[in-house]
């Protein structure tokens, strides 16, 4: 086992059956062994997702799912609305772009999050909006975003309501049937608790719909192509999937199955209230609104004085735990606490105690063992 413990917004721990279940034999993915475990692994998937519909594995991280997702759904040339207030909003932006999609950003303050009205307001104003995106948990910033109240919304029209829980499904409440998403997808290595390298894709029939009328313009993420060898019999995989990272998400899904989705959603929930009082108990100051802080990542600002190589250097090189930094223009003005997938008390006293270890040595606080304090009463 990694003797650093990773409190990453992802890649996440690992636990040894996922790890166990990867030594499989790698079988022929055009055989029946295939795909009995692919029709067991999409089943499992679509339970999490909690919809009725199919879905999809793509051998890729979350990021191919963020590019399938909009390429197979929108064409070139017609109009997405994206909501950007983090990194993760801003590689929809690209992506669409890239793909030369009429690109539209509903700008969110970082640290804050959309609300349903603005949604709304946005839909209103222009009628020709044929997708809206929303980041459901902005690993970035540490904000969740209200994905029921604006499936409330979009329900009035007919745009796509794409929605990426990367972060969040399996950590935090996404019901993709009660909140009306028309695209849901993720990825493997967050609070699935699986290794990297795996997404997943579900899509509702007004989506593939839309699929049907876009003319394919990606070649190794054509959903068209997914959903035609899905339905094989046998079913398969269009190209060559990881056979072992299926396996994996086989296993990491039985795992989050077994705990309950919501007994799993609770103890993230659980998990990021402790961290947020600990982080004040620190004396230290979040960045993100709490109101609408995340259940999977905790963002924390970097307290004065303090760089980021010294204060994150230190906690991974001398008390074995890997935090995460600021990204763009948060770099070293942030640290994120990942507290997603196997996470309880033990890893969150953990990580307080190097927090505090760390911020003592380097002069900051006074009270190094606060944050562990503070974790003990929230798991009492
Ligand atoms: C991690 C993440 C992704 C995908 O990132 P990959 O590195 O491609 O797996 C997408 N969206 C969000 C919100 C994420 O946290």
């Given at each position: 086992?990694n003797d650093?413990l990773l409190m990453?917004?992802g890649?996440t721990?690992?636990a040894p059956?996922?790890?166990?279940?990867?030594?499989?034999?790698?079988?022929?993915?055009?055989?029946?062994?295939?795909g009995?475990?692919?029709?067991?692994?999409t089943?499992?998937?679509?339970?999490?997702f909690?919809?009725q519909?199919?879905?999809?594995?793509?051998t890729?991280?979350g990021?191919?799912a963020m590019?399938?997702g909009?390429a197979?759904?929108?064409?070139p040339?017609?109009?997405?609305?994206n909501v950007v207030?983090?990194?993760?909003g801003e590689r929809?932006?690209?992506?669409?772009q890239t793909h030369?999609?009429?690109?539209?950003?509903?700008a969110?303050?970082w640290g804050?999050?959309v609300t349903?009205e603005?949604?709304?307001?946005?839909?209103?104003a222009?009628e020709?909006?044929k997708?809206?995106s929303?980041?459901?948990?902005e690993?970035?910033?540490?904000?969740?975003?209200p994905i029921?109240?604006?499936?409330?919304?979009m329900?009035?029209?007919d745009?796509?309501?794409?929605?990426d829980?990367v972060s969040?499904?399996a950590?935090?409440?996404?019901?993709?049937?009660?909140?009306g998403?028309d695209?849901?997808?993720?990825?493997?290595?967050?609070c699935i608790?699986a290794?990297?390298?795996?997404?997943?894709?579900?899509?509702s029939?007004?989506?593939?719909?839309a699929v049907?009328?876009?003319?394919?313009?990606?070649?190794y993420?054509?959903?068209?192509?997914?959903?035609k060898?899905?339905?094989?019999?046998p079913p398969?995989?269009?190209?060559?999937p990881?056979?072992?990272?299926?396996?994996?998400m086989n296993?990491a899904?039985k795992?989050v199955m077994?705990?309950?989705l919501d007994n799993?959603?609770a103890?993230?929930?659980?998990a990021?209230?402790?961290?947020v009082a600990?982080?004040?108990?620190l004396g230290l100051e979040l960045?993100a609104?709490?109101a609408?802080?995340?259940?999977?990542?905790?963002?924390?600002?970097?307290?004065?004085?303090?760089?980021?190589?010294?204060f994150?250097?230190?906690?991974?090189?001398?008390y074995?735990?890997?935090?995460?930094g600021g990204?763009?223009h948060l770099?070293?003005?942030?640290f994120r606490?990942?507290?997603?997938?196997?996470i309880s008390y033990?890893e969150?006293?953990q990580?307080?105690?190097?927090?505090?270890m760390t911020?003592k040595?380097?002069g900051?606080?006074?009270?190094a063992?606060?944050?562990v304090?503070s974790?003990?009463e929230?798991y009492l």
């Amino acid at each position: 086992m990694n003797d650093i413990l990773l409190m990453l917004p992802g890649p996440t721990t690992v636990a040894p059956r996922v790890l166990n279940a990867m030594s499989k034999a790698v079988v022929n993915h055009r055989g029946a062994k295939y795909g009995e475990i692919l029709t067991e692994t999409t089943e499992l998937m679509s339970k999490v997702f909690q919809t009725q519909n199919d879905s999809y594995l793509l051998t890729g991280s979350g990021t191919a799912a963020m590019e399938a997702g909009i390429a197979n759904t929108v064409a070139p040339g017609e109009k997405m609305l994206n909501v950007v207030g983090g990194k993760f909003g801003e590689r929809f932006m690209k992506i669409a772009q890239t793909h030369g999609i009429d690109a539209q950003e509903l700008a969110v303050e970082w640290g804050t999050a959309v609300t349903p009205e603005a949604v709304e307001e946005a839909l209103e104003a222009d009628e020709d909006i044929k997708a809206v995106s929303v980041i459901h948990n902005e690993t970035s910033t540490g904000v969740a975003a209200p994905i029921e109240a604006i499936g409330k919304v979009m329900k009035n029209y007919d745009a796509l309501y794409i929605v990426d829980t990367v972060s969040s499904l399996a950590g935090d409440e996404v019901n993709v049937d009660k909140f009306g998403i028309d695209v849901c997808l993720t990825g493997s290595q967050k609070c699935i608790a699986a290794p990297p390298g795996m997404a997943a894709i579900t899509l509702s029939d007004d989506a593939w719909a839309a699929v049907d009328k876009v003319e394919s313009n990606t070649f190794y993420l054509d959903l068209k192509a997914a959903r035609k060898s899905g339905s094989k019999v046998p079913p398969e995989t269009p190209y060559t999937p990881s056979v072992s990272l299926t396996y994996a998400m086989n296993e990491a899904l039985k795992m989050v199955m077994e705990e309950g989705l919501d007994n799993r959603v609770a103890r993230h929930h659980k998990a990021a209230k402790a961290s947020v009082a600990a982080v004040k108990a620190l004396g230290l100051e979040l960045f993100a609104d709490e109101a609408v802080s995340s259940a999977t990542v905790t963002a924390v600002k970097m307290p004065e004085g303090i760089t980021d190589a010294d204060f994150r250097g230190t906690t991974r090189d001398k008390y074995g735990v890997e935090l995460a930094g600021g990204q763009d223009h948060l770099k070293g003005n942030i640290f994120r606490i990942g507290h997603m997938g196997n996470i309880s008390y033990k890893e969150l006293t953990q990580t307080f105690a190097a927090i505090g270890m760390t911020l003592k040595g380097l002069g900051a606080i006074d009270d190094a063992g606060a944050g562990v304090a503070s974790i003990a009463e929230s798991y009492l």
